[in-house]
């Protein structure tokens, strides 16, 4: 009877990099974050030998590079790291097509585990990139793996990239005059405005964040000249386009009105003009746009209404109205 040691499949792989074709047919497929703890140093130490010489490798020559390249390594780690480099194989070189499977399997399960930790990230609210997951299970979804799993190479010529990847911003300017010229802001962009004291660069600001208030962004704004209180209120007139005054002789009611409008329209499926999609796959739209209608009371003495066939003035309190509504 014969015993043996089953061998990992990412220590097969290592040892059938050994041999320099086999490695230059899989560099593209594989990388050093597919494999644990010192066979990580192990491959780096395989793509440095295989890069600069192109030449197969014993185990003995890789176990002498490897201390080469990590002289200060502890003792305790190298011998682990020597352990794993016995115990790698190269394998019957007539069984390439075999060799290759296994690292198809390999990078499978791979895409495997970065796919699972991607979706507890997004799951958990770590993370929000939808679009990586969806590349990442696209790379698999067929079944098929390619050469060029470690890179992409881009083949549109600048059209077609402007047509395909561009898309809408992130963050869309609603100022017509600055969109025509920059649509907005994507995520990750610094935006630096200069110009001279005194030309309306914090009124633009909070005009700005006024704007992406409308579109229902979270804003934060860090002043370093004016108090705090007075940049919120000057936010506060540019959101509601209405000066001081204004504000003070409001009528907020209508402005209730007009926000409930607005949450019934979405509520029922009525949007603004379409943008586009979010990352995740979910479309984009414009608020709708509801108009402010002011109304206007006149004093009891300077009532400009006169009773009609159909229309009485009435001078009745609430509670009169309502007994009498009993009554008919």
């Known amino acids: 009877m014969t015993s043996y040691e089953t061998v990992s499949i990412d220590k097969q792989i290592l040892g059938f990099c050994l041999n320099a074709d086999f490695f230059g047919r899989v560099k593209n497929i594989i990388d050093r974050s597919m494999f644990d703890r010192e066979m990580r140093d192990i491959f780096d130490t395989l793509t440095f030998s295989h890069t600069k010489y192109a030449k197969d490798l014993t185990k003995s020559e890789l176990s002498s590079l490897f201390n080469d390249r990590n002289p200060a390594m502890p003792e305790a780690t190298r011998n682990k ?58 790379t698999v979804e067929d079944g098929r793996i390619s050469d060029k799993t470690t890179y992409t190479k881009v083949e549109q010529d600048l059209d077609m990239l402007l047509e395909e990847e561009a898309g809408y911003p992130d963050f869309p300017f609603s100022f017509d005059l600055i969109a025509e010229n920059v649509s907005g802001l994507d995520r990750g962009n610094l935006g630096i405005l200069f110009a001279i004291p005194e030309v309306g660069m914090t009124t633009f600001c909070c005009f700005l964040a006024a704007s992406y208030g409308k579109q229902g962004f979270k804003v934060t704004y860090w002043a370093n000249e004016e108090p705090a209180p007075k940049i ?92 009498e509504s009993k009554e008919g």
């Not at 069984?95 to 930790?117: C, P, Q, S, Y």
């Not at 997004?122 to 969806?134: H, K, M, P, Y």
């Not at 006169?306 to 009745?316: P, S």
């Open 232 to 323: 919120k209120l000057r936010i506060i007139q540019s959101y509601f386009e209405l000066t001081r005054e204004q504000i003070n002789a409001f009528d907020y009611s209508d402005t209730m009105a007009r926000f409930v409008v607005e949450r019934h329209l979405t509520s029922v499926g009525i949007y603004g003009i379409f943008m586009t999609y979010y990352k995740s796959g979910k479309p984009k739209y414009r608020k709708p746009k509801v108009k402010h209608v002011n109304r206007f009371t006149y004093p009891r003495d300077n009532n400009t209404y006169a009773d009609t066939e159909w229309v009485k003035m009435m001078n009745l309190s609430m509670e009169e109205i309502v007994e």
């Open 81 to 138: 790291v020597h352990e794993t480099i016995a115990k790698l194989d190269v394998g019957n070189a007539d069984n390439a097509d075999l060799h290759l499977d296994l690292v198809h399997n390999f990078w499978l399960r791979d895409r495997a585990r970065l796919i699972g930790e991607k979706a507890i990230d997004i799951f958990t609210g770590d993370s929000e990139e939808f679009g990586e997951l969806r590349r990442l299970i696209d």
